[in-house]
């Protein structure tokens, strides 16, 4: 395969990234749905739906089809779910990439690039949390198109982030990441970043116990 290079982003890539960016979100939605099947509830509740039906219409088949349509409505909703997110982020930090990561102090945005077309993105903003302030930058919207996987792009963007924020006098670097999001988990891990904490984003996904992971690099020699 072509030689990739990391840059940092320029205003011709806007479509490039937020594309990247939405279909590496949505790639998770058929995980978040097996995830939600897994739970004893979930089971119980389209057990419960079948019995129910069952003994209402006497019929097997009319049965099996409600839970057929059950099972496929839970999967448009789950899909939706991940839509909705991929919505929102466009409309929030990556509607005006510039403004948001390059023009804001202590943030950037770069994109891996291979015969001339952007094969992978990652940015550093300040974090939300206000006591990391003056402490990390946040490692945000990591993606690497499928087919570009395996080639270390992830790894060399991750340490892009971990360097900038070495650079500008900062001593860690902190991301989150979802629970079903496997492959992340296991490069930010094996980086040497610690899992610090999990917790669910709002109450339908504490529901559906769906959890957020939370994790944080110490840059070696920082004070």
Same mark, same amino acid.
């Given at each position: ?35 939600? @099947?897994?739970?004893?509830? *979930?089971? =119980? ?5 079948? +019995?129910? $039906?069952?003994? /209402?219409? !006497? ?6 089809l409600a839970l057929l349509l059950a099972l496929t409505g839970g999967w448009f909703f789950i899909r939706s779910l991940w839509t909705d997110y991929v919505q929102q982020s466009l409309?929030?930090?990556? @509607?005006?990439?510039?403004? *948001?990561? =390059? ?5 950037? +945005?770069? $994109?891996?690039? /291979?015969? !001339? ?54 001593s860690a670097v902190v991301l989150s990441t979802s629970m079903v999001q496997y492959s992340a988990q296991q490069l930010y891990e094996s980086m040497g970043f610690r899992r610090v ?27």
């Amino acid at each position: 395969m072509a030689p990739y290079r990391i840059r940092q982003y320029e205003d011709g890539d806007y479509e490039a990234v937020r594309t990247m960016f939405g279909r590496g979100i949505k790639e998770h939605a058929p995980a978040g749905y097996i995830h939600v @099947l897994k739970h004893p509830q *979930t089971q =119980l509740l389209f057990l419960g739906l079948f +019995l129910v $039906v069952l003994a /209402a219409s !006497g019929s097997l088949l009319v049965s099996l089809l409600a839970l057929l349509l059950a099972l496929t409505g839970g999967w448009f909703f789950i899909r939706s779910l991940w839509t909705d997110y991929v919505q929102q982020s466009l409309r929030n930090d990556l @509607l005006d990439i510039r403004r *948001t990561y =390059l023009e804001a102090v202590d943030s950037c +945005l770069w $994109v891996a690039e /291979a015969e !001339g077309a952007v094969v992978g993105m990652v940015g550093a903003v300040l974090p939300k949390d206000s006591s990391e302030r003056g402490h990390a930058l946040e490692l945000k919207r990591m993606s690497v198109g499928r087919e570009h996987r395996g080639r270390g792009i992830a790894r060399a963007l991750c340490r892009t982030v971990i360097r900038f924020a070495q650079e500008r006098g900062y001593s860690a670097v902190v991301l989150s990441t979802s629970m079903v999001q496997y492959s992340a988990q296991q490069l930010y891990e094996s980086m040497g970043f610690r899992r610090v904490s999990q917790r669910s984003p709002s109450l339908l996904a504490s529901f559906l116990q769906f959890s957020v992971f939370y994790y944080r690099y110490e840059i070696p020699g920082s004070r």
